[in-house]
């Protein structure tokens, strides 16, 4: 058993060498959808929801299925994680019955705390905080439509405090993308976040702008993502956030504003008519269901990495990606 598992809990966990492999990873894998099996046994991944979920949950389950393993499924209220049973004792015991724990649910220090117990791959599912394994997903739709990453402006408008903001400026950067975040003044990153961002974007020759200039943001853009103005939690504040965020809303004006071969990205659900227009997310522009499916494929290869740079599955013989990984594995 490894004494050092790899873990995804933020953006930055991985390096930008090491988010290069596990996205040419995940291309190869949505070629060759049912060709790696570090899973095969089959071994168990437990994925535990404290939030309802549709894209992840069957992300996750599917993926799992196609890696050869056996997903196991915790819906909201099914759990005692955290509140009948401490995290410590869970994560002591899931690792002596599985192999990976994915965990979508709300404080980001409570994933922290089972991650530092456990000595199997713990993934970040969504927190209040993060939600990494969409930014993975974005990323290789990027990739696809633009051939690589590094040096496009991506422009992120709406709440700007929220997990996806947050993400997308860590993974964005780490992509030695440009990533600019544009809302209004009392909903920006955490001064904390962009400093890390800031930090990972001098190694990479990305940058980072924060801005209430939704215009500015767009200038030039080649990609333009958004999300909902009301999250998980915030139904209270609906109506408030409707007017807060109205100046940020994704339509044909936005996008006039950046290149002509921008693409529009969205995590999904969306709401047409506010945060996007119907006329930009079922546009020539739109790639959110080439986004939403590389959920699986981006996923299927985050957990594939984090298995063999963790030394608990073998490399391939044929796959020639993650040789670095390889090396790192030996020396577990």
């Avoid at 070629?31 to 089959?42: E, S, V």
């Avoid at 496009?152 to 947050?166: E, H, K």
């Avoid at 981006?298 to 090396?327: C, F, H, N, R, T």
Wanted: glycine share 6%.
């Amino acid at each position: 058993m490894p004494t050092t598992p790899r873990h995804f809990l933020v953006d930055t966990d991985l390096t930008a060498a090491e988010q290069d492999e596990v996205l040419s990873l995940a291309a190869t894998m949505k070629h060759r959808r049912y060709d790696f099996k570090p899973l095969a046994g089959p071994q168990t991944g437990i994925v535990m929801f404290d939030k309802t979920s549709t894209r992840t949950r069957v992300s996750f389950a599917a993926g799992l299925s196609e890696l050869g393993g056996n997903p196991l499924i915790i819906n909201p209220g099914e759990s005692q994680l955290g509140h009948k049973e401490s995290i410590y004792d869970s994560a002591k015991v899931f690792e002596r019955m599985v192999s990976v724990v994915i965990w979508r649910t709300f404080a980001q220090s409570g994933i922290v705390e089972l991650a530092e117990n456990s000595s199997i791959p713990v993934i970040n599912a969504l927190t209040d905080d993060y939600h990494p394994c969409q930014v993975l997903a974005d990323l290789q739709t990027v990739r696809e439509a633009k051939g690589a990453t590094a040096g496009l402006i991506m422009t992120y408008l709406g709440d700007a405090a929220n997990n996806m903001a947050n993400s997308y400026l860590l993974g964005g950067v780490t992509a030695g993308m440009h990533v600019r975040i544009a809302g209004p003044a009392d909903y920006l990153p955490d001064a904390m976040v962009v400093k890390a961002a800031q930090q990972r974007a001098a190694e990479t020759g990305g940058s980072v702008t924060i801005t209430t200039n939704a215009q500015e943001a767009l200038d030039g853009a080649d990609v333009v993502v958004t999300d909902t103005w009301i999250s998980m939690g915030q139904e209270a504040e609906a109506e408030l956030r409707m007017k807060l965020f109205e100046d940020y809303s994704v339509d044909s004006k936005a996008m006039a504003l950046a290149d002509k071969g921008a693409i529009f990205l969205h995590c999904l659900p969306a709401y047409r008519g506010y945060e996007v227009t119907a006329e930009v997310i079922d546009g020539p522009q739109s790639r959110v269901f080439d986004e939403a499916e590389n959920r699986l494929h981006a996923q299927k290869a985050l957990i594939a990495w984090l298995l063999y740079a963790s030394g608990l599955a073998d490399i391939p013989s044929d796959l020639e990606l993650p040789q670095a990984v390889a090396s790192r594995s030996q020396v577990v």
